[in-house]
């Protein structure tokens, strides 16, 4: 059905706004093989959220729901594992809120009518998915005939297919439209006084240029800065919500990367020396080139300045069948042999007339039209452009008579171009491609050139299999040397390897710097500190990607407060900046001249119109308090010493300029709006918070 196609070549940027792109089932691995009764109680547990149990099943359900979703909508039967990743984060979040705010709505009389739920599908604001999915593409409006029909042929579709994904589409427009009231009712709770809005725009309109007195932190030795236990235990107590964390470890390990020896770059070079009398006889290079090549054929036509200096001086001082090299680029070697030359111009005038096409039966009768056309234009001797005016569906081109202007080679899809390159002036040529069938006629062709088709046999410089396992024996004899932590950091050093540090989270779906690695992350999380991560088997070698990886688990952090000892040196240098600053103000304060200050170490600097809003201050830095100070003081005047994020400032304002921007008005309808942004994006964190989530996705993905 063509509504259908078109939905589908549609919907996915539409559905994504609200409920992203993808994922699928996973490999639940050893979870089953743990217990007989793996089907029962907690064990199934996936998440606790707000107090309610969800398993492994209604999870993946959801999944499978949005997976098949996005299947439709793109037409493919498979899904790649980033997609999947990406559909099993999306049905999480989206999990998390439905549970999250379903109490929420009920206690605040929050829902969706169906009256309501027909105005956002066929009334005349529809929801914006509904926008998305049948946008007609020429008019940019809803395609209102292409809304009722679907809906008509999801009724009575026995698939069930199409009845099932607007059933996911109605659910997405009632969570989205209840989440939206949630939202507008917090934001209209807000008010802005008229008190707020002109206190903001007097801050806002004070803008003064300032000289700036700094004593860094960094000037004082810490060594001079005695602090106590109690010290850091008062800082510690009354900070506490900085040093709030989530469950993570620490891992150390020691990659060892499988690369091509020149054992095998030898063997390859060997093997292109070989095949280059084979290739020289061949009567069809391109099929010779995919059948052998890491790389297909490019029937590509290339001038001699669009080459490298070495194969462009090959090719035009050349004949067909010549073949030069092997040669080294990058990583691989080639053979490259000069197949054809052809004088091309670097550009065509050319118009054409389009049929779109949507489906096998669209393209039969899209084709018979054409010829139509064609014999119109060719035999009774109508204008070309007035055919175009009235048939072609390319609104750009057929309101100009189906003319594309001058155009330049890579400009269209390969079909269009050879077609437009390759042909005569005049010609009337019936093209395909992914838009329809095109008729096409060359007005006039540029000034032409010599240039060659080349085809290029490439071979990528990859590891033998003697490579890998020589590799992996390396590896193997580190993991068995490095039988125990003290080993591991030995034998790191004895045999000069580079040791990497990772901090890892349950969830991660990657260890930064190691490809498809959620498993060493899943083993990690299984392995106490202090011991190798083992895998299947309990091997410590981990094949991941292009090498192998033997890793240890040093340390970890529970979700929660972080204890004093973990975070000791964090609040050492956080006691001593405040020590360092307390001194400061107090030698600094009572000076009624800045430049006195600089005889303390002290730099002095400039900077121009900073007001209340000024992020980041000239010969200062990203300091808020010096911001803060600037917008309170008036011309001449000194403030106080400020401690800031760097060090202690002293200001004074040269000059202050006050603004005439008087329209409170605007400004508290300004001030209204961000608070209501804020505060609704904020109120569903704390309702997220409150719900005391309880993730263990980890063990099943």
Do not use: C
């Amino acid at each position: 059905m063509a509504t259908l196609q078109k939905i589908r070549n549609r919907a996915g940027i539409g559905i994504a706004i609200f409920i992203g792109l993808a994922l699928a089932a996973f490999i639940l691995g050893d979870l089953f093989k743990s217990s007989s009764s793996i089907m029962r109680g907690k064990q199934m547990e996936i998440a606790e959220i707000a107090g309610k149990s969800v398993t492994y099943p209604e999870f993946q359900a959801k999944v499978d729901e949005i997976s098949e979703v996005y299947k439709m909508n793109s037409g493919k039967t498979t899904i790649d594992l980033k997609t999947l990743e990406q559909i099993r984060e999306q049905s999480w979040q989206g999990m998390v809120r439905n549970i999250t705010m379903k109490d929420t709505y009920e206690n605040l009389g929050i829902g969706v009518t169906s009256v309501e739920l027909f105005d956002l599908v066929q009334g005349k604001n529809p929801h914006a998915i509904i926008q998305n999915i049948f946008r007609d593409q020429n008019s940019g409006s809803i395609n209102r005939g292409a809304l009722i029909q679907f809906l008509k042929y999801q009724q009575t579709n026995p698939s069930g297919k199409e009845r099932n994904y607007w059933l996911f589409i109605e659910n997405q427009i009632v969570e989205d439209r209840s989440f939206t009231k949630y939202n507008n009712l917090v934001a209209k709770g807000l008010y802005t006084t008229t008190e707020e809005a002109k206190s903001d725009l007097k801050g806002r309109n004070h803008k003064a240029n300032i000289q700036v007195v700094s004593k860094l932190f960094s000037t004082v030795s810490d060594s001079t800065i005695k602090v106590s236990d109690s010290d850091l235990q008062g800082y510690y107590d009354k900070n506490k919500d900085k040093f709030k964390q989530e469950n993570n470890r620490n891992i150390e390990y020691v990659a060892f990367p499988v690369v091509a020896s020149k054992a095998d770059e030898d063997k390859l070079i060997k093997w292109s020396n070989g095949i280059k009398a084979e290739f020289a006889t061949i009567s069809d290079p391109a099929a010779f080139v995919n059948i052998n090549s890491d790389v297909p054929f490019d029937a590509s036509y290339f001038k001699k300045g669009e080459l490298s200096p070495e194969i462009g001086n090959f090719a035009f001082t050349g004949k067909v069948g010549d073949i030069y090299g092997p040669y080294k680029v990058n990583n691989s070697w080639k053979l490259t042999k000069i197949q054809k030359f052809e004088e091309l111009p670097d550009s065509v005038e050319a118009r054409h007339i389009l049929v779109k096409v949507a489906s096998a039966q669209e393209a039969a009768k899209a084709a018979l039209k054409i010829d139509s056309l064609k014999n119109l234009i060719a035999i009774k001797g109508e204008k070309f452009e007035d055919i175009a005016r009235k048939n072609s569906q390319d609104n750009g081109s057929a309101n100009n008579g189906g003319t594309l202007g001058w155009i330049r080679r890579g400009q269209m899809v390969k079909p269009f171009e050879e077609a437009i390159f390759f042909g005569k002036v005049k010609d009337l040529q019936v093209v395909k491609t992914q838009y329809g069938i095109h008729l096409v006629q060359i007005i006039n062709r540029g000034k032409t050139a010599p240039n060659v088709q080349l085809a290029t046999i490439d071979r990528v410089i990859e590891p033998s299999s003697q490579t890998y396992q020589a590799t992996y024996t390396t590896a193997t004899k580190f993991a068995t040397t490095a039988s125990d932590l003290k080993k591991f950091n030995a034998a790191v050093v004895a045999q000069g390897l580079n040791k990497r540090i990772a901090n890892i989270h349950e969830n991660d779906k990657d260890v930064i710097g190691i490809e498809n690695s959620r498993s060493l992350i899943r083993a990690a999380y299984k392995a106490a500190p202090g011991s190798v991560v083992a895998g299947t088997e309990q091997s410590p070698i981990f094949e991941l990607g292009n090498q192998f990886i033997v890793a240890y688990v040093t340390g970890e952090q529970e979700k929660g407060t972080a204890s004093l000892s973990a975070v000791k040196a964090r609040v050492t240098s956080e006691v001593r900046k405040e020590k360092k600053a307390k001194e400061m103000i107090e030698k600094m304060s009572g000076k009624s001249d800045l430049s006195s200050l600089t005889s303390l170490g002290a730099t002095l600097s400039e900077a121009k119109d900073i007001s209340f809003e000024t992020y980041s201050i000239p010969g200062v830095g990203y300091e808020p308090a010096v911001a803060g100070a600037s917008s309170a003081l008036e011309s001449n005047q000194i403030s106080k010493p400020v401690a800031g994020t760097n060090g202690v400032f002293v200001v004074k304002a040269t000059s202050v300029n006050l603004g005439t921007d008087q329209d409170i008005k605007s400004n508290k309808q300004k001030l209204s709006a961000s608070n209501g942004y804020r505060t609704s994006m904020y109120a569903f964190e704390a309702l997220r918070e409150n719900a005391k989530i309880v993730d263990k996705r980890a063990k099943f993905y």
